[in-house]
């Protein structure tokens, strides 16, 4: 080992120490002027407080997701949780944490842009906790470390769902308080709270517990690189699967005694099983294909062009190199090596034990840790480094350049979702003014329509959607239209008019042969009355889907 090598890695350990006891300290070392590595980039100089740059950092990121705060855009769960349920929607996959806070702790009112901010808040907290766990000790890597993770087309995903963007950043914070507590102490009270923590976070979502997966694995390629040795990588990522198994056995009694006692039911989505993986494998190598492997296999779309894959890539290449560049061929490389090709599946790792199949882009924000971290670790080793120089400055273009691409991504996606809902809607209210018609022009003597055009004793007027839209939802983008799923196609039209709800069952059934040979909206016909339910019929497919 050089001098130099010596050197970066006495610094490594030093901020590593001043890490693990505290918050990220993001204020910059008085003495870094005198090191060598402190005056390569500007970039690595930052001089301010850590509530100045915590600021700082939480304006830029609150600034990227504004337009989706402020400007109202309904999807297919958001026009479900915004009216009064008999039971809130996701208690059936076992989120009973979640449906707390929303409809109790919020009173079912996602307060937009109060939500964001605080939830933005909250996630930058987690980050930063993040960025201390690993060991990050310069200013530099800890912003881009920050920036990276927050700023993400995946949260935009996520945060599209308006009663997400508050309770589930509480999630990740609580998975990354698990994980630290956990590595930090074998003590009865630090392994409680660890405990504790991996039992709540799937309580709320059960994505956070991959964010919390693909944060150890990051954290062990950061440790065994600082180390040259996985063995405090291997106590740490065993203390902390030890931790969330145990977390999630104590979810999985408090679900089933809460449960039992409230007499609820658990939905197919929320069922668990050992041999998942040999019916899911087709949904493993698509999630590979189009999000861990896309550069290699050439996977895109709108919100996930080519320059987000390569700019990706260019995170486990350059940490890659790095590893070889410092491990070289030795066992710690290999267990680093391991480590990170493992992030390619942690995203979704719970695909292997899950019943449920469905892992939507809003589900594997655990790629934004991944990318923040090797990105970080990256430009962490070579800043200290006076020889790297254009390499440092290198990595820190490729980050602005991500961070730059994201944030143009996240608009572009929240302003489509905008547009997909101003259609959504133009088209219900365009149904409803037929509807009124068909209202007005019945016999309220009728035997086929029994309740008046005003409805009876003020009961709601059933109403029964068939057929499956393939639409495009808007003018452009990429947005799926409410109108695919049934919950919301038919829950639609009781937002925007209260006199409709949607058929029960029976109700359905009744109506369901007569819709054989109309053609579907907007020809005459495919809205009628029957049986006292208004039916409108989308399209001939997909009658039997749900």
């Known amino acids: ?38 005056e390569i980039l500007a970039f690595a100089r ?27 855009a309904f999807n297919e769960d958001d026009v479900v949780q915004a009216q009064k349920l008999a039971q809130p929607d996701m208690l059936p996959q076992g989120r009973w944490l979640y449906a707390f806070l929303y409809y109790v702790a919020l009173g079912g009112n996602p307060a937009p842009v109060i939500s964001s901010a605080i939830g933005l808040g909250v996630l930058l907290a ?26 993400s087309i995946y949260y935009e995903h996520l945060f599209s769902y308006d009663s ?21 102490s074998i003590s009865l009270g630090a392994w409680s709270v660890a405990v504790g923590a991996f039992a709540l976070a799937p309580a709320i979502y059960a994505s956070a517990l991959m964010y919390g997966a ?42 089933d005694a809460l449960y039992s006692t409230m007499g609820w039911e658990l939905g197919y989505r929320a069922g668990v099983d050992p041999f ?30 080519v320059a987000y894959h390569l700019l990706s890539g260019s995170a486990y290449a350059v940490c890659g190199w790095l590893l070889a560049r410092r491990l070289r061929a030795s066992a710690a490389g290999a267990f680093a090596w391991s480590a990170m090709a493992a992030t390619l599946v942690s995203p979704f790792c719970l695909i292997f034990i899950s019943v449920d199949d469905q892992y939507l882009p809003r589900s594997l924000y655990a790629y934004a840790t991944a990318q923040a971290g090797f ?29 730059a691409l994201n944030a143009v991504l996240i608009n572009q996606r929240a302003y489509d979702e905008w547009l997909a809902w101003q259609s959504d809607k133009s088209i219900t209210e365009r149904i409803i003014v037929r509807i009124d018609g068909l209202l007005a022009d019945a016999d309220p003597d009728a035997e086929m329509f029994p309740p008046s055009r005003e409805s009876a004793a003020g009961a709601p007027i059933p109403l029964a959607v068939f057929g499956i839209s393939h639409w495009r939802a808007g003018p452009r983008g990429d947005i799926q239209t409410i109108r695919l799923f049934r919950h919301s196609r038919e829950r639609v039209f009781s937002l925007l008019e209260p006199r409709f709800a949607p058929a029960t069952g029976p109700q359905r059934d009744s109506v369901r042969g007569m819709i054989d040979g109309r053609a579907p909206w907007p020809a005459a016909g495919s809205v009628f009355l029957a049986d006292g339910v208004v039916v409108v019929v989308l399209s001939d497919e997909g009658v039997d889907r749900w």
């Open 1 to 38: 080992m050089t001098i130099v090598d010596r050197r970066i890695e006495a610094m490594h350990r030093a901020g590593a120490g001043r890490a693990a006891g505290r918050l990220p300290a993001l204020d910059n070392e008085r003495d870094g002027a005198r090191d060598a590595a402190g």
């Open 46 to 72: 930052l001089r301010a407080t850590p509530l100045s740059m915590a600021l700082a950092v939480f304006a830029a990121i609150f600034c990227v997701f504004l337009f989706q705060s402020v400007a109202p």
């Open 126 to 151: 987690a980050a930063l906790r993040q960025a201390a766990f690993i060991g990050l000790s310069r200013n530099g890597a800890r912003l881009a470390f920050a920036l990276v993770s927050c700023v």
């Open 164 to 184: 997400a963007r508050l309770i589930y950043p509480l999630a990740n914070l609580m998975v990354i308080w698990g994980v630290v507590r956990a590595s930090a």
């Open 214 to 255: 693909t944060s150890v694995l990051v954290a062990a390629v950061a440790w065994t690189l600082r180390d040259r040795s996985p063995r405090r990588a291997l106590v740490m990522a065993g203390k902390s699967l030890a931790a969330a198994a145990l977390g999630m056995a104590t979810y999985a009694v408090v679900t």
């Open 276 to 305: 998942a993986i040999a019916t899911h494998w087709r949904t493993f190598l698509d999630l590979l294909s189009t999000h861990s492997l896309a550069l290699l296999t050439g996977a895109s779309s709108a919100y996930f062009p």
């Open 375 to 403: 990105f970080a670790i990256a430009l962490d080793w070579l800043l200290a480094s006076p020889r790297d120089r254009r390499a440092a400055a290198g990595v820190a273009a490729a980050i602005a350049a991500f961070i």
